[in-house]
């Protein structure tokens, strides 16, 4: 199989690193082809969302996937825009989206899954679902969505963030947030690739948790006094940083497993942080 990257971001690198092997070559897209010291292995080529070389063009037109982590714009999906022609050719190779579990919008803590109607408040997860849309129309069903919860792992991390003496304990009273390792994508991704057909799932750990409570394991961990809780209404943060807050739900990874046959490596925050600790991290 022929892999090509829209987009060689933290988790379509890792997902590289894991389950490169199963491709017989790799290429992807970067903003900054001066920046690729990471990219050993993959044949790296630069698109900034417009203008994309022939080259680029026709390895996409040669992959049997595409991986797509680029995300949408005011304008829309670049990567649809760029890469019209070759992706209405009527060539049959799977495509996985990354997503994110924000479409669900705000429920008050209540669980949702991927029957659950979208209700997106914000701007950039009106984006996201105008984006989803358009790859599975483009790919003509073939489309794996894969909606992701928050990312952490090697190097991004509450260890981390603890070590480096950035890490807050904002309380805001009844919120969660869900949580997934960055080996679970992989795995994730890598089960999309193998099932037949597409579809949409969740790619989340088991168990959503209050964010002051992942800082005060990971400290306990280290050893550290966890940072002093503040009251999200009257934290100072930014209005990106406050807009997170905005949705409140427990998304369920049922159909992940149940469809995709996907075991988690780190099924909550403390397995995940403990095997992270485990490695060196925060250290």
């Not at 971001?9 to 070559?25: E, K, L």
């Not at 997503?99 to 659950?116: K, N, P, Q």
């Amino acid at each position: 199989m022929r892999l090509f990257i829209l987009g060689l971001g933290y988790s379509a690198r890792h997902f590289v690193h894991r389950f490169g092997g199963a491709f017989t070559h790799i290429a992807g897209t970067v903003r900054n082809l001066a920046k690729q010291e990471y990219l050993s292995g993959i044949e790296a080529h630069s698109f900034a969302g417009s203008d994309p070389g022939r080259e680029t063009v026709d390895r996409i037109r040669d992959a049997d996937v595409l991986l797509v982590s680029i995300p949408p714009g005011k304008t829309g999906d670049p990567a649809i825009t760029a890469f019209a022609d070759v992706l209405a050719s009527g060539l049959r190779r799977k495509i996985i989206y990354l997503s994110t579990i924000g479409v669900y919008g705000d429920h008050g803590g209540a669980w949702v899954d991927e029957s659950t109607p979208p209700q997106a408040a914000l701007d950039r997860t009106r984006m996201r679902l105008a984006a989803e849309r358009g790859w599975m129309e483009t790919g003509r069903g073939d489309v794996a969505i894969l909606r992701l919860a928050g990312i952490y792992g090697p190097g991004r991390n509450a260890l981390a963030t603890l070590r480096a003496g950035s890490a807050r304990r904002i309380v805001k009273h009844g919120q969660v947030f869900n949580r997934i390792h960055v080996d679970d994508i992989a795995s994730a991704i890598m089960a999309a690739v193998r099932h037949q057909g597409g579809g949409t799932w969740n790619v989340c750990d088991d168990e959503p948790a209050p964010p002051q409570d992942v800082i005060a394991y990971a400290a306990k961990l280290m050893g550290v006094a966890a940072p002093a809780e503040e009251a999200f209404e009257t934290a100072e943060m930014s209005a990106m940083a406050r807009s997170f807050y905005a949705g409140n739900a427990r998304v369920s990874n049922a159909k992940m497993k149940q469809d995709l046959g996907v075991t988690l490596s780190c099924p909550d925050y403390r397995q995940g942080l403990d095997a992270l600790w485990n490695a060196g991290e925060g250290r």
